[in-house]
């Protein structure tokens, strides 16, 4: 099992919003604005980041929930900051506090919970019927 992870730990992940990350993308009529749900992924991608060194053999973390709030918009060329803090553990569940910010203010923040789990044990769940 992963070694204790001290509360407080950091992660972090950073893109720069292209087409592919807007509403545009995922329908015509929207605005090119960045998506809440590639918010989310980044956001989560931190949370990875966070948990990830002290995870040991075939160990990652998954995410188990989200809690966010999207408050502000940026458009393509924004440069996207996600950072995750570790708040709690509950002996199995992480939860990490959240925020991304673009090039002038945050934009988003909230809780994201995750997991450890053995890749072996976790696909050998998700193939047996």
């Known amino acids: 099992m992963a070694r204790e992870i001290p509360i407080g730990a950091r992660g972090e992940a950073q893109e720069t919003v292209e087409f592919k990350h807007t509403l545009s993308a995922h329908h015509p009529q929207l605005p090119p604005v960045y998506s809440t749900p590639d918010m989310i992924r980044l956001m989560e991608t931190a949370g990875f980041h966070a948990l990830q060194p002290y995870c040991e053999g075939d160990e990652i973390s998954v995410g188990t929930s989200i809690n966010i709030e999207h408050r502000a918009a940026s458009g393509i060329g924004a440069h996207i900051r996600a950072e995750a803090a570790l708040e709690s553990f509950d002996g199995r569940f992480y939860v990490l506090r959240v925020t991304a910010r673009d090039d002038v203010r945050e934009i988003g923040r909230g809780t994201v919970g995750r997991a450890i ?8 769940k998700t193939q047996s019927g």
Request: charged share 10%; no cysteine; glycine share 0%.
């Open 117 to 124: 789990v053995s890749i072996s044990q976790f696909l050998k």
